[in-house]
């Protein structure tokens, strides 16, 4: 069984910066795809990036240019650096792990709890 804690939301005005953690527990981090997914009430969970197990990424074309996944396999921790917000990034952001990613879609076995990002002036 895997748990991920995510980390670091809040609330940012129009081109700040926020940085969302996701610590996860178990032994086999390093061997899942590893994503960042949001979701806005009444719509449906969206991709936002995703970084495989050999390091190659894949961004939602929204937060291109500006958000950063990246992964430390020796500490478990999932990071996506988001900068330039706008108020339509605002949602709830959940960390996924392991499952599948196929055709540019990742579908996690495990999520997180979420983490609220609201972009506001």
């Known amino acids: 069984q895997v748990q991920l804690v995510e980390s670091g939301g809040g609330l940012v005005q129009p081109g700040g910066s926020l940085r969302l953690s996701c610590v996860a527990s178990?032994?086999?981090?390093?061997?899942?795809?590893m994503g960042w997914h949001r979701q806005v009430p009444g719509q449906e969970r969206e991709l936002v990036a995703v970084?495989?197990?050999?390091?190659?990424?894949k961004y939602a074309d929204s937060v291109k240019g500006r958000f950063i996944i990246s992964r430390d396999n020796t500490k478990q921790t999932l990071t996506l650096q988001m900068s330039s917000l706008k108020p339509e990034d605002t949602a709830v952001y959940y960390c996924g792990a392991g499952g599948t990613f196929i055709g540019g879609s990742h579908s996690p076995r495990y999520w997180g709890q979420g983490t609220q990002v609201t972009v506001s002036s």
């Open positions: 970084v495989t197990p050999g390091n190659a990424t």
């Open positions: 178990g032994t086999f981090f390093r061997i899942y795809n």
